[in-house]
């Protein structure tokens, strides 16, 4: 599998009754962390990792969605 393949699975595996809207901050923000993880681990490794993970990142992913909600403002750098 090459980056832009398992990048495309990341996104729709994340992207949960559509959570993630593309062009939003949050959506650009999961594409960083994906990527960033992508580049360090390689697509297969950072694919697993991510479905390991998924429920923590679904919650974390709601809570960005709400944080930029409520307030507006950008959360912690290492949120994600």
Same mark, same amino acid.
Request: hydrophobic letters at 40%.
């Given at each position: 599998?090459?980056?832009?393949q398992?990048?495309a699975r990341i996104?729709?595996l994340l992207?949960?009754?559509?959570l +993630?809207k593309?062009?939003s901050?949050?959506?650009?923000a999961?594409r %960083?962390?994906?990527?960033? #993880?992508?580049?360090r681990?390689?697509?297969?490794?950072?694919?697993?990792?991510?479905?390991?993970?998924?429920d923590? +990142?679904?919650?974390?992913i709601r809570?960005?969605?709400?944080?930029? %909600?409520?307030s507006?403002? #950008?959360?912690?750098?290492d949120?994600?």
């Amino acid at each position: 599998m090459n980056k832009v393949q398992a990048m495309a699975r990341i996104m729709v595996l994340l992207n949960e009754n559509g959570l +993630l809207k593309p062009g939003s901050k949050v959506y650009k923000a999961v594409r %960083k962390m994906a990527s960033d #993880k992508i580049d360090r681990l390689g697509p297969d490794t950072a694919l697993l990792q991510i479905i390991e993970k998924k429920d923590q +990142l679904l919650d974390q992913i709601r809570m960005l969605n709400m944080w930029y %909600k409520v307030s507006g403002k #950008k959360p912690p750098p290492d949120y994600l």
